[in-house]
Nanobody, 114 residues
């Protein structure tokens, strides 16, 4: 079974920044496209950012220009740098294989509020 451990969430004021980390074990990390997903209260989980094997990235319109995904294959870790945070970014954030998900980790809560 793949293990996914997300961290870095917290409470931040609007306009602030956070950096999320996701360490994945039990699979060959460098051979997987990785995505960051989020699930807001009462909504379905959605894919908001993804990074391919070669480092190419794609973003949902809602986070384009504010969020930046990266990966470190040596550390089996993916990151999500989140800037200019808005209250509507409040959600539980998860990482997983993009479009072909493994089991899910526990996620990390991000709350944007003044």
């Amino acid at each position: 079974q793949v293990q996914l451990v997300e961290s870095g969430g917290g409470l931040v004021q609007p306009g602030g920044s956070l950096r999320l980390s996701c360490t994945i074990s039990g699979t060959t990390f460098r051979l997987a496209a990785i995505g960051w997903y989020r699930q807001a209260p009462g909504k379905q989980r959605e894919l908001i950012a993804q990074i391919g094997l070669g480092g190419g990235t794609r973003y949902d319109d809602s986070v384009e220009g504010r969020f930046f995904i990266s990966r470190d294959n040596e550390k089996n870790t993916a990151y999500l740098q989140m800037n200019s945070l808005k209250p509507e970014d409040t959600a539980v954030y998860y990482c997983n294989r993009a479009h072909a998900e493994w089991n899910w980790g526990q996620g990390t809560q991000v709350t944007v509020s003044s």
